[in-house]
């Protein structure tokens, strides 16, 4: 990637006679600035906030505040910006929710028929919301992998364009702008370690693309350490790690409240490992029961955000030994690991509104 789209920037300032946003870094992103221009919806450039006085060093970016209230919008809207530009007329996805939302947003805003395929489990808000953009909805018993072979068959069976947020790589295209969001507003620099949930992995290989992208351009000189967190009801990568292995592993699923990362069989598992370990980082799971205690302190904090986005704030939480989870105690060689990349300065992103 050439240094010039990145390194011109000047904090705080659009492009010339362009739009603020993510696409403040079209230069960077492979869709064409016309439809970049007629999808977008203002998304990106979320906010970064202190944790407060209590946890000093964390530095939270409210990746919620989205059209959809999710950080899948960063995605989404490239997506199907490239869906465009390549003549679809119908988009087929599948997701455990926001990605669905997401992608049903863009698709409306762009006039294509959209159809979304999710685990008849998901929460009933994201079920209106996805349905609200004009989507067709399919409900599949079984986990999320069902839902994916399901959308796969839908594929094969129709000709429609597959708009994948694992597989498809323009999802990532936007997702890495979270990197570059966080280099500008941390005035041109990266936190020692950004905390990440990991289910398919989207954030974690967006952030580390873009994180890769700014050390090529020469802007930084190291990446942060991603600290990935998976639920301990449904870890695959999490006991990958502690077992050493490059793959994620089998494991037994139990109910989580962090529906968005309960993905057993994730596809770009090994990709999530090797990133994790390139850079530095680790993956930990986090106890079920530490969701709710850190989902109120971010509340009492003025913050709702949704499950999922509480488990990464618990993961911060835990590995500071902050009061609020005090009583909920882990151990392994990943959690020691984690501890010592949260003693400086952390990113923590919340990903997803508690209205979802």
């Known amino acids: 990637m050439p240094a010039a789209p990145l390194a011109e920037l000047v904090p705080g300032t659009r492009t010339p006679s362009g739009p603020g946003g993510l696409w403040r870094y079209r230069a960077c992103?492979?869709?064409?600035?016309?439809?970049?221009?007629?999808?977008?919806?203002?998304?990106?450039?979320?906010?970064?906030?202190?944790?407060?006085?209590?946890?000093?060093?964390?530095?939270?970016?409210?990746?919620?505040?989205?059209?959809?209230?999710?950080?899948?919008?960063?995605?989404?809207?490239?997506?199907?910006?490239?869906?465009?530009?390549?003549?679809?007329?119908?988009?087929?996805?599948?997701?455990?929710?926001?990605?669905?939302?997401?992608?049903?947003?863009?698709?409306a805003r762009a006039g294509l028929e959209c159809q979304v395929f999710v685990p008849a489990a998901i929460s009933a808000r994201k079920r209106a919301q996805i349905l609200a953009y004009g989507a067709s909805l399919e409900c599949v018993a079984g986990d999320r992998t069902a839902a994916a072979e399901a959308a796969i068959a839908a594929v094969a069976r129709t000709g429609a364009t597959y708009a994948s947020h694992i597989y498809n790589p323009y999802f990532l295209q936007g997702t890495k702008?979270?990197?570059?969001?966080?280099?500008?507003?941390?005035?041109?620099?990266?936190?020692?370690?950004?905390?990440?949930?990991?289910?398919?992995?989207?954030l974690a290989l967006g952030a580390a693309r873009g994180f890769s992208e700014l050390q090529a351009a020469g802007?930084?000189?190291?990446?942060?350490?991603?600290?990935?967190?998976?639920?301990?009801?449904?870890?695959?990568?999490?006991?990958?790690?502690?077992?050493?292995?490059?793959?994620?592993v089998d494991v037994e699923v139990t109910p989580t409240s962090a529906e968005g990362i309960a993905i057993p069989r994730p596809a770009r598992?090994?990709?999530?490992?090797?990133?994790?370990?390139?850079?530095?980082?680790?993956?930990?799971?986090?106890?079920?029961?530490?969701?709710e205690p850190a989902q109120r302190d971010l509340a009492a904090r003025g913050l709702f955000v949704e499950p999922t986005a509480a488990l990464v704030w618990a993961?911060?939480?835990?590995?500071?030994?902050?009061?609020?989870?005090?009583?909920?105690?882990?151990?392994?060689?990943?959690?020691?690991?984690?501890?010592?990349?949260?003693?400086?300065?952390?990113?923590?992103?919340?990903c997803g509104s508690g209205l979802k």
């Open 29 to 107: 992103i492979p869709v064409g600035d016309d439809i970049a221009a007629r999808l977008t919806l203002g998304e990106g450039h979320t906010p970064i906030v202190s944790a407060g006085s209590d946890l000093e060093g964390v530095a939270l970016k409210l990746e919620f505040v989205f059209p959809t209230l999710s950080f899948k919008d960063r995605g989404a809207v490239v997506l199907i910006a490239s869906a465009v530009e390549r003549g679809a007329r119908r988009v087929v996805a599948d997701s455990s929710g926001n990605a669905g939302s997401a992608i049903a947003a863009y698709a």
């Open 177 to 202: 702008t979270f990197a570059f969001e966080l280099w500008e507003q941390l005035g041109r620099g990266v936190p020692d370690a950004v905390i990440v949930p990991a289910g398919n992995g989207t």
């Open 219 to 248: 802007l930084i000189e190291r990446v942060p350490a991603l600290i990935a967190l998976q639920s301990e009801c449904c870890a695959p990568l999490a006991q990958a790690w502690t077992m050493g292995s490059r793959e994620p």
């Open 269 to 291: 598992g090994a990709q999530i490992l090797a990133a994790v370990a390139h850079s530095g980082g680790c993956v930990v799971s986090v106890p079920e029961v530490a969701i």
């Open 315 to 350: 993961g911060l939480l835990i590995a500071r030994h902050h009061p609020a989870v005090r009583g909920i105690a882990v151990e392994s060689e990943g959690w020691t690991v984690a501890r010592a990349l949260t003693r400086g300065n952390v990113a923590v992103p919340l």
